[in-house]
């Protein structure tokens, strides 16, 4: 079994009287595709913001590739190679996907050289064509990122989180909103993608999770319900509980786990 990549020990985030994560200790291995699901609110986007820096835990500590990064702030963080995306979607919209994914490059390697030397463009040039690539997206690289479909959008915001060689890609909810045509085909790039970084992705759809996940999170009220195989979470009778009311999760619960 491979160490863990990340592992967050007791991280616990108030927000006034309410606890939005709850003593999470969660070790994630290497070379898996975890994910992480729960119901709105079960404070999954606030798990990555302590992960990424972008809030201090009040208490609990997180460790990348046993390093202690706690309290480290997001662009420290981010030097070290954990990358994320955001639920809202944010790209430059008046530029090309390629400018985008250019500037986003350009500006992860100011911080090591203050200086651009030529070749530095062409090395940029060749990581972005690899990038493209990587998402599916060379024949939209003139494109207008305002221009794109959603679907689009989501690959590009991937893109951008991807060109600086993360080791680590924190999704948030990537597939939301997506076409199911667009969706069959993010799916596809991710599952590439997870053999090339290590992926945390946080998503809703039931039937994505569970087609893509090697190991699932469960997630209520900011603390861990349960973590398993995708057959052991469709089986587990408090994450079956936990949804009920969802009908339609209800029914994919009961397919998977009579798969
Ligand atoms: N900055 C903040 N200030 C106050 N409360 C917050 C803040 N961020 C999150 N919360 C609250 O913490 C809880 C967890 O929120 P979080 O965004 O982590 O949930 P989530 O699991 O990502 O939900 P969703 O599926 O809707 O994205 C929610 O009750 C939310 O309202
Ligand atoms: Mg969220």
């Given at each position: 079994m491979s160490d863990p990549v990340l592992r967050t020990e007791n991280l616990t985030k108030r927000f006034g009287g309410l606890t939005a994560t709850d003593n999470l200790s969660l070790s994630l291995r290497g070379g898996r595709l975890q994910a992480v699901i729960g119901p709105n609110g079960a404070g999954k986007t606030t798990f990555f913001n302590l992960i990424s820096g972008l809030l201090k835990p009040d208490s609990g500590r997180v460790f990348f590739r046993d390093r202690d990064i706690t309290g480290l702030r997001p662009h420290e963080i981010s030097r070290l190679g954990i990358k994320r995306t955001m639920q809202i979607k944010s790209v430059f919209n008046q530029i090309s996907v390629m400018e985008n994914l250019w500037i986003t490059r350009q500006a992860s390697q100011r911080f090591l050289h203050p200086f651009r030397p030529a070749s530095r463009d062409r090395a940029t040039r060749e990581r972005v064509e690899q990038v493209l690539e990587q998402i599916g997206m060379t024949a939209l690289a003139h494109r207008i990122a305002g221009t794109l479909s959603y679907g689009d959008v989501?690959?590009?915001?991937?893109?951008?989180?991807?060109?600086?060689?993360?080791?680590?890609?924190?999704?948030?909810?990537?597939?939301?909103?997506?076409?199911?045509?667009?969706?069959?085909?993010?799916?596809?790039?991710?599952?590439?993608?997870?053999?090339?970084?290590?992926?945390?992705?946080?998503?809703?759809?039931?039937?994505?999770?569970?087609?893509?996940?090697?190991?699932?999170?469960?997630?209520?009220?900011?603390?861990?319900?349960?973590?398993?195989?995708?057959?052991?979470?469709?089986?587990?009778?408090?994450?079956?509980?936990?949804?009920?009311?969802?009908?339609?999760?209800?029914?994919?619960?009961e397919e998977a786990a009579d798969a």
């Open positions: 989501a690959m590009l915001e991937i893109g951008m989180a991807l060109i600086s060689e993360p080791k680590l890609l924190l999704l948030d909810e990537p597939i939301c909103g997506m076409s199911p045509a667009e969706t069959e085909r993010a799916v596809a790039k991710i599952r590439e993608l997870a053999r090339q970084v290590d992926i945390v992705i946080i998503e809703h759809d039931m039937e994505v999770v569970f087609g893509l996940a090697d190991d699932i999170t469960v997630l209520a009220q900011g603390a861990i319900l349960a973590t398993g195989s995708p057959e052991e979470i469709s089986n587990h009778e408090r994450v079956r509980e936990a949804y009920l009311g969802r009908p339609e999760d209800e029914d994919y619960l």
